[in-house]
T-cell receptor, first 116, second 112 residues
Framework: SAVISQKPSRDICQRGTSLTIQCQVD?????MFWYRQQPGQSLTLIAT?????????ESGFVIDKFPISRPNLTFSTLTVSNMSPEDSSIYLC?????????????FGPGTRLTVL | KQEVTQIPAALSVPEGENLVLNCSFT??????LQWFRQDPGKGLTSLLL?????REQTSGRLNASLDKSSGRSTLYIAASQPGDSATYLC???????????FGTGTQLKVEL
């Protein structure tokens, strides 16, 4: 398994500002994922971040709004840019992993973002 | 596009009761299906993983079944305990890059 930490754990931000969320994993991994969980909703994949290449964004998410860095095999950041109240969500990072039976993902504790 | 739905959205049961959570998915071409548990402030924990060729998996008081042809999975929790209170999410892996599509979740509360 992998141990993943995220910073900050929560934040309250003003409209129009940006927030960078950090994700640190205790082992080297190739694939990292960023998810958004809006209030009362399930997880939606924002992008997949592989070290050494540009992140791959899912439909509905763009790099200008959610720039991602992946400088090494244990760290990634997600920036939420020019925030609006609709960006209020929990943001989770995860990493690829293996468990009995097949491929899985290990998740960080999440960053709870409130935009006023 | 794969869509994953879970019912019920919320469930409250007394301690000791056996219960079933349901998950349905629209595209049966899946690689595997997982059940996760989400606790507030603690991220997600994988409970059970069922490969597309399997029918069920068991871990302790948990049993998950998979009927790929009908696009359904169930999570059975035996003798529920207050510590089982959490949100349960099913997630489908359609293959190709370990990309997961999550269901809408069932929020479970087990009361003393």
């Amino acid at each position: 398994s992998a141990v993943i930490s995220q910073k900050p754990s929560r934040d309250i931000c003003q409209r129009g500002t940006s927030l960078t969320i950090q994700c640190q994993v205790d082992s080297q991994v190739t694939m990292m994922f960023w998810y958004r969980q809006q209030p009362g909703q399930s997880l939606t994949l924002i992008a997949t971040a592989n070290q050494g290449s540009e992140a791959t964004y899912e439909s509905g998410f763009v790099i200008d709004k959610f720039p991602i860095s992946r400088p090494n095999l244990t760290f990634s950041t997600l920036t939420v840019s020019n925030m609006s109240p609709e960006d209020s969500s929990i943001y989770l990072c995860s990493v690829e992993g293996r468990r009995e039976g097949g491929d899985t993902q290990y998740f960080g504790p999440g960053t709870r973002l409130t935009v006023l | 596009k794969q869509e994953v739905t879970q019912i019920p959205a919320a469930l409250s049961v007394p301690e000791g009761e056996n219960l079933v959570l349901n998950c349905s998915f629209t595209d049966s071409a899946i690689y595997n299906l997982q059940w996760f548990r989400q606790d507030p402030g603690k991220g997600l924990t994988s409970l059970l993983l069922i490969q597309s060729s399997q029918r069920e998996q068991t871990s302790g008081r948990l049993n998950a079944s998979l009927d790929k042809s009908s696009g359904r999975s169930t999570l059975y929790i035996a003798a529920s305990q207050p510590g089982d209170s959490a949100t349960y999410l099913c997630a489908v892996n359609a293959g190709g890059g370990n990309k997961l599509t999550f269901g809408t979740g069932t929020q479970l509360k087990v009361e003393l």
